[in-house]
């Protein structure tokens, strides 16, 4: 289990990480003042965080109704 948090932890960092460098090597402008601007990057993030995070969601999902479905089974079978 402490493995599978690590996991997910340097999928979630190196994401954000490749994302946000990702945006400032190609708009290497500088921190911005407009609001617009701000608008725009985080729309950026968000449409390209949201489907990282939405698969790694189905993946824990996945591994928590295996995890239920094996306990279900071992409690059946001492019944």
């Known amino acids: 289990m402490n493995r599978i948090r690590k996991t997910i932890g340097m999928i979630i960092a190196v ?16 921190i911005s003042h407009s ?8 729309g950026y993030i968000g449409g390209i965080l949201a489907p ?6 189905i ?10 479905d094996k306990s279900d089974e071992k409690r059946k079978n001492k019944e």
């Open 15 to 30: 994401s954000i990480v490749l994302t946000v460098g990702a945006y400032f090597l190609i708009f290497n402008q500088g």
């Open 35 to 42: 609001t617009q601007d701000w608008a725009n990057f985080g």
């Open 52 to 57: 990282v995070f939405t698969v790694l969601n």
């Open 59 to 68: 993946v824990v999902f996945i591994r928590l109704t295996s995890a239920i």
